[in-house]
């Protein structure tokens, strides 16, 4: 039998580029930057040339790069113990979700942690099943339905893509987790008409962060509440890119509807400010009437779930570093107001190629005009998404953004990004705008 040959190149003679195709599997269409180090709210490639960094890693750094709060954890923790077993009692967690209760939901309930956006909605996803089979149909059957919505994101797991309400990310992956149906967004109406007997919870974004920053109506999230209570369904909110402050609160919900508490919350992204880490909250509330029963939040017992990363001391203490310098240095504030300036700033230039601002805090979507940019750009549909020509077009002027689906240009710079570097993407992002133009 004959063995494949590796062929085996020096290291050095590859770019990155080279190294990657060759070497990685091609699952993302990666831009030609090749970053080597970053400060705050700036990044630098390998050649030595500096970008402002308004996409932070998808909604990651929320601190910015390599930010003191977490610098010292990871040093400190680093060099006491990175990794213990959940076998044992990790103060860290402890603490860590302490704070998530008192500080972020203000709000009697557990956290349990893991270490993505994508295991955080899985946590949640296996809690409506559990509380399903808790709280079956007359004959027994357990509750296993849950609603989710068009254009929402929920991650890459096999849970994930069936819970996403985008067909892009199912294809070729059939048969898919059952018990998922998607709705419009924001049509209170399609929910009313889709809930059944076997209704069990509801999953949603209450900003879609992937899907074009579509923003929740109060009417919506509020009809929402009231048909989970009333049916006893699971309202589930992903908090995996609007929450801890990205959209000028802790809870992403609650410029919206402050009166609501979900059932149970999932973090992931900003959460570890670049340090893999995932959370998921869950309310402390009874699951039925009879006694003894456990509370929703002792539901997933020992044996239920986990994972051996998941709520490392090490993860732990650089998420309660991140979390506590949000709350010492007000970041859920300062996203809030800043968010409202770019916006007001933004809207006041009337481009021409932007069709409509959608944001809450620093969770900005420009979202351009298709139609503008084939009659006065160089830009024609044949060529690729909009939104990637233009994240393209800012790229090359020194500003990094993201895309969110064809035709939004997403920002997302750190929560304590200053008013100058504001200034100053707002300029290049204005100057990209107007080069376009040219007819
Ligand atoms: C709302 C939302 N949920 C879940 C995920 C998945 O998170 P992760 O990539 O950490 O698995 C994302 C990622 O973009 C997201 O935006």
Known sequence: MNLPVVEKAPLASLSAAGLLSRYTVPNYGRLALVPERGQGTWLWDETGRQFLDFGGGVAVTSLGHCPPAITQALAEQGSKLIHCSNWYQIRGQGELGQFITETVMDHPGKSLFCNSGAEANEALIKLARKFGHATPLADGTPRTHILTFNNSFHGRTYAGISATGQEKVKIGFAPLLPGFTHLPYNDLDAVQAALTPETVAILLEAVQGEGGVNIATPEFLRGLSKICQDHNILLLMDEVQAGLGRCGHWCGWKPITPEITPDAVSWAKGIGGGF?????WIKQRPITTTPGDPDLCDL????????????????????????????????????ATTGQEIIATVSAWHHPLIRTIRGLGLLIGFELDPTVMARRTTWKEADGLASIHLVKALMAEGLLTVAAGPLVVRWLPPLNVTPEEVQTAMTIFQRVLNQQLNH
């Open 276 to 280: 893999p880490i995932g959370a998921a």
């Open 300 to 335: 997933l017992g020992p044996g239920t779930h986990g994972t051996t990363y998941g709520g490392s001391p090490l993860a732990c203490a650089v998420a309660l570093a991140v979390l506590k310098e949000i709350k010492a240095s007000r970041l859920c504030e300062h996203s």
